[in-house]
């Protein structure tokens, strides 16, 4: 279990976005009831499932019905209890970890609001919250304390409504039959594509649509799933998740905790010398993030590429332009479907993509104006012309940024990913390309930044680039 912890801790500290999933197990050891464990609220009483089942149609049909039946029940008073729980040692866990900037986003199947207690700031509630009410109309949510319910029924004005358009107000909480929230479903998604490492907590994740989350940051690949779970689930079994730490949410989230500042602690105090250079052979390449070449500026970044607000930014398409995973589908998420739609135009006319060449749209919803996607080799031993394709993607994608005037570009790692170009040489051929070709040509660009979404990439694209400066040097 240690080592376990270790690794864990780990993959923490060298994650460039981090995020959790939580579900009931967390909050079993605050005392609330899971609904479908041995001990569940639904397995010693069928019936309540069936009721539960019902909830949201009975909700549609009758609102004011349902608020009286809600406020003069007994259920109002279980919900009463839920207000007065408490975080434990897990939630707090986890809120520490984001205020270390290390867990950017954390997806909660619980309605408690424990982790919103806890301090944790970006919480997007799943199933809703049961502090909370929400509009069926315009989507907004608010305290439900800020409702005197009990005055609402004396004076017959139930159901409660929207401050803001009138509407209807509900419990928040996600009902069985009810979609969940169209915002959070978006969010999470978001997120679970943005994401390099996620931490699934007290959950078996077999509840749809929850549990395609984890699944869909497998699918796509390049990312850490941790799973800290009381036994093995069907992610574990299905091998969704890299490794399980099999116990209590609340014991072993503080133990990583304790070994994530270890190690922050560690690499604060190393010296500044040994921090910055790497060895490689017997030289000492310092790596470097930023040069100028003629009168262009080139940089090296680590973030989301679909953040960023260059004119343009490249695309790692594949040849049919349609969308896939990694930065591809980032991109169309961010940018909205006018982008495919472009593309399909552009598939249409001049046919598929072939590798190695670039083409031009217009950037949707996304900050950067334009999307220029090239379509980068697929690694096969390196025998198959690779380095003079990837470096053909890089040179066009620039050309083409040229051709349209363009004065900045941002491009990720080509073919690293998916593609499973080798790192080092990838990054060898993306900074010599694109440095040579600005030496070469006077063009419109004054400025090119890798966005690298993993440390990793960063790591070897900053050598890459420091080795480069060395050369010129001599
Ligand atoms: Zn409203």
Redesign the pocket.
């Known amino acids: 279990m240690e080592e376990l912890i270790q690794r864990a801790a780990s993959d923490l500290v060298n994650s460039q976005y981090g995020i959790a999933l939580t579900g009931a197990g967390i909050s079993t050891e605050s005392g609330i009831p899971d609904f479908r464990g041995p001990a569940g609220v639904w397995t010693l009483n069928p019936d309540a499932e069936k009721r539960a089942y019902q909830g949201y149609q009975e909700f549609i049909d009758d609102p004011e019905g349902w608020w009286k039946n809600t406020i003069t029940s007994s259920a109002m008073h279980s919900l009463g209890n839920l207000e007065q729980v408490r975080p434990n040692l897990g939630h707090q866990a986890i809120a520490e970890l984001e205020k270390m900037g290390i867990l950017k986003c954390t997806i909660t199947q619980n309605i408690d609001a424990l982790h919103e207690k806890a301090g944790t700031v970006k919480v997007l509630e799943y199933h809703g919250s049961v502090i909370k009410l929400r ?1 069926l ?2 989507g ?1 949510r608010f305290k439900k304390d800020e409702f005197d319910l009990e005055q609402l029924l004396q004076e017959n004005r139930l159901p409660p409504s ?1 401050p ?2 009138r ?1 209807i107000l509900k419990s928040d909480t996600v009902f069985f039959g009810e979609a969940i929230p169209g915002d959070v479903a978006e969010q999470s998604l978001e997120e679970v594509w943005k994401c390099d490492l996620m931490l699934v907590c007290g959950t078996s994740a077999v509840v749809f649509p929850f549990a395609s989350l984890p699944r869909i940051v497998r699918e796509r690949g390049a990312a850490t799933i941790i799973e800290i779970n009381a036994e093995a689930t069907p992610l574990t079994e299905e091998g969704v998740s890299d490794y399980l730490l099999q116990g209590k949410t609340g014991e072993i989230l503080p133990l990583i905790l304790e070994e994530v500042k270890r190690l922050k602690g560690q690499r604060a105090c190393l010296p500044s010398s040994t921090n910055n250079k790497h060895s490689r052979g017997q030289n000492v390449t310092k790596p470097t993030t930023e040069i100028s070449i003629r009168c262009t500026r080139l940089s090296i970044v680590g973030g989301d590429i679909t953040d960023q607000n260059t004119d343009a930014i490249v695309n790692a398409a594949n040849s049919s332009l349609m969308g896939g995973g990694g930065v591809d589908g980032a991109i169309h998420l961010a940018g909205g479907p006018a982008i495919l739609e472009e593309c399909k135009q552009i598939v249409a006319k001049r046919g598929q993509l072939p590798t190695g060449q670039a083409v031009i749209s217009g950037g949707g919803k996304l900050k950067a104006r334009f999307v220029i996607h090239t379509v980068g080799p697929v690694w096969q031993g390196g025998n198959e012309g690779e380095p003079e394709l990837l470096a053909s993607a890089y040179r066009e994608s620039l050309r083409v940024a040229a051709e349209n005037d363009l004065s900045s570009v941002a491009f990720p790692s080509i073919s690293t990913g998916d593609y499973s170009y080798p790192m080092d040489g990838g990054a060898a051929v993306a900074t010599e390309t694109v440095t040579t070709f600005l030496k070469e040509h006077s063009t419109s660009i004054k400025e090119v930044v890798f966005v690298l979404f993993h440390s990793s990439a960063f790591d070897s694209y900053s050598l890459a680039l420091g080795e480069y400066c060395e050369n010129i040097d001599d």
Do not use: D, F, L, R
């Open positions: 509009c109309s315009c907004a929207c803001e358009c509407g």
